[in-house]
Protein backbone atom coordinates (compact mmCIF):
# COMPACT_ATOMS: atom_id res chain seq x y z
CA UNK A 1 0.00 0.00 0.00
CA UNK A 2 1.51 3.15 -1.14
CA UNK A 3 0.16 6.54 0.75
CA UNK A 4 0.71 9.52 -0.44
CA UNK A 5 1.36 13.15 1.27
CA UNK A 6 -1.20 15.69 1.52
CA UNK A 7 -1.78 17.89 -1.10
CA UNK A 8 -2.66 20.77 1.51
CA UNK A 9 0.34 21.46 2.93
CA UNK A 10 2.12 20.57 -0.45
CA UNK A 11 4.02 17.91 0.70
CA UNK A 12 6.20 15.57 -1.87
CA UNK A 13 6.77 12.42 -1.10
CA UNK A 14 5.49 8.80 -0.63
CA UNK A 15 5.53 6.58 2.22
CA UNK A 16 5.05 2.98 2.25
CA UNK A 17 5.83 0.03 4.96
CA UNK A 18 7.36 -3.73 5.16
CA UNK A 19 8.48 -5.77 7.79
CA UNK A 20 10.64 -3.86 10.04
CA UNK A 21 10.77 -1.05 8.29
CA UNK A 22 9.13 2.14 6.60
CA UNK A 23 10.51 3.60 3.50
CA UNK A 24 10.11 7.35 2.36
CA UNK A 25 10.90 8.39 -1.03
CA UNK A 26 11.28 12.14 -2.14
CA UNK A 27 11.51 12.59 -6.07
CA UNK A 28 14.96 14.61 -6.69
CA UNK A 29 15.79 16.46 -10.06
CA UNK A 30 19.11 15.36 -11.59
CA UNK A 31 21.06 18.19 -10.07
CA UNK A 32 20.17 17.18 -6.87
CA UNK A 33 23.65 16.01 -4.97
CA UNK A 34 23.83 13.89 -1.36
CA UNK A 35 25.63 17.36 -0.26
CA UNK A 36 22.25 19.18 -0.80
CA UNK A 37 20.28 17.21 0.98
CA UNK A 38 19.37 17.28 5.23
CA UNK A 39 18.18 14.87 6.52
CA UNK A 40 17.69 14.27 10.56
CA UNK A 41 16.25 11.43 12.07
CA UNK A 42 15.39 11.04 15.53
CA UNK A 43 13.34 8.25 17.50
CA UNK A 44 9.69 10.41 17.35
CA UNK A 45 10.62 12.93 14.19
CA UNK A 46 11.92 13.26 10.92
CA UNK A 47 13.02 16.25 8.82
CA UNK A 48 14.13 16.12 5.32
CA UNK A 49 15.24 19.24 3.62
CA UNK A 50 16.53 19.38 0.15
CA UNK A 51 18.19 22.43 -1.15
CA UNK A 52 16.67 24.13 1.77
CA UNK A 53 13.26 23.14 0.91
CA UNK A 54 12.09 21.45 3.73
CA UNK A 55 10.00 18.48 2.34
CA UNK A 56 9.08 16.36 5.47
CA UNK A 57 9.07 17.31 8.79
CA UNK A 58 7.47 16.64 11.98
CA UNK A 59 6.42 13.88 14.39
CA UNK A 60 6.32 10.50 13.46
CA UNK A 61 3.43 8.50 14.69
CA UNK A 62 5.12 5.53 15.84
CA UNK A 63 8.81 5.56 17.23
CA UNK A 64 11.82 4.44 15.04
CA UNK A 65 15.19 3.06 15.61
CA UNK A 66 17.70 5.95 14.08
CA UNK A 67 21.18 3.96 14.39
CA UNK A 68 19.38 1.25 11.93
CA UNK A 69 17.73 3.71 9.78
CA UNK A 70 19.48 5.01 6.70
CA UNK A 71 19.05 7.04 3.80
CA UNK A 72 20.25 6.49 -0.21
CA UNK A 73 19.99 8.53 -3.55
CA UNK A 74 18.14 6.11 -5.81
CA UNK A 75 19.05 6.81 -9.26
CA UNK A 76 16.78 4.86 -11.52
CA UNK A 77 14.28 3.42 -8.89
CA UNK A 78 11.69 1.18 -10.86
CA UNK A 79 8.60 3.01 -10.14
CA UNK A 80 9.65 6.27 -9.05
CA UNK A 81 12.79 7.75 -11.42
CA UNK A 82 15.51 9.28 -9.22
CA UNK A 83 14.67 9.62 -6.02
CA UNK A 84 15.72 9.95 -1.81
CA UNK A 85 15.14 6.54 -0.32
CA UNK A 86 14.17 7.02 3.46
CA UNK A 87 14.43 2.98 5.36
CA UNK A 88 12.98 4.11 8.95
CA UNK A 89 13.51 0.95 11.49
CA UNK A 90 10.36 0.79 13.38
CA UNK A 91 11.00 0.33 17.15
CA UNK A 92 8.38 -1.75 17.55
CA UNK A 93 8.64 -3.91 14.83
CA UNK A 94 4.78 -5.79 14.40
CA UNK A 95 3.62 -2.57 14.19
CA UNK A 96 1.44 -1.53 11.04
CA UNK A 97 1.67 2.33 11.14
CA UNK A 98 -1.44 4.19 10.03
CA UNK A 99 0.31 7.57 9.64
CA UNK A 100 3.84 8.48 8.94
CA UNK A 101 3.37 12.03 10.53
CA UNK A 102 1.10 13.12 13.86
CA UNK A 103 0.05 15.52 11.56
CA UNK A 104 -1.46 13.69 9.12
CA UNK A 105 -3.27 12.32 11.52
CA UNK A 106 -5.81 15.71 11.95
CA UNK A 107 -6.30 16.31 7.98
CA UNK A 108 -10.15 16.25 6.71
CA UNK A 109 -9.55 13.17 3.95
CA UNK A 110 -12.57 14.06 2.60
CA UNK A 111 -11.70 16.68 0.50
CA UNK A 112 -8.90 15.26 -1.03
CA UNK A 113 -10.02 11.72 -1.43
CA UNK A 114 -11.67 10.57 -4.95
CA UNK A 115 -11.50 6.50 -5.22
CA UNK A 116 -11.05 3.90 -2.76
CA UNK A 117 -10.54 1.10 -4.33
CA UNK A 118 -11.54 -2.17 -1.65
CA UNK A 119 -9.69 -4.95 -3.00
CA UNK A 120 -6.41 -2.68 -1.81
CA UNK A 121 -7.32 -0.18 0.04
CA UNK A 122 -5.10 2.53 -2.60
CA UNK A 123 -6.19 5.91 -2.59
CA UNK A 124 -6.20 8.33 -5.24
CA UNK A 125 -6.16 11.67 -4.47
CA UNK A 126 -5.75 15.45 -5.98
CA UNK A 127 -2.34 16.92 -5.97
CA UNK A 128 -1.29 20.29 -6.20
CA UNK A 129 0.55 19.72 -9.10
CA UNK A 130 -1.81 18.05 -12.07
CA UNK A 131 1.35 17.24 -14.14
CA UNK A 132 2.92 15.01 -11.91
CA UNK A 133 1.45 11.43 -12.37
CA UNK A 134 2.54 9.91 -9.09
CA UNK A 135 1.92 13.27 -6.36
CA UNK A 136 1.54 11.21 -2.88
CA UNK A 137 -1.01 11.79 0.13
CA UNK A 138 -0.72 10.33 3.22
CA UNK A 139 -2.36 6.47 4.07
CA UNK A 140 -6.25 6.83 4.36
CA UNK A 141 -7.02 5.04 7.77
CA UNK A 142 -8.41 1.65 6.99
CA UNK A 143 -11.12 2.21 9.16
CA UNK A 144 -12.82 4.73 7.04
CA UNK A 145 -14.21 4.86 3.66
CA UNK A 146 -14.02 7.85 1.24
CA UNK A 147 -17.91 8.58 2.37
CA UNK A 148 -16.09 9.90 5.48
CA UNK A 149 -17.88 6.88 7.53
CA UNK A 150 -16.19 5.26 10.13
CA UNK A 151 -16.66 1.33 9.89
CA UNK A 152 -15.90 -0.87 12.91
Not at 27 to 32: H, M, V
Not at 51 to 74: A, F, H, Y
Amino acid sequence: MVAISDAESARRYEWDQEGHFVSVWVPLAEDITAKDIRCTIKPREISITVKGDEIVSGDLTQIVKPDDSLWMIEDDDRHRGRCLHVSLKKSLECTEWMYLLKADMDVNWDKFCTTLRPMDHTHQCPTADPSTHHHFAPQWPKTTTCDGHHHH
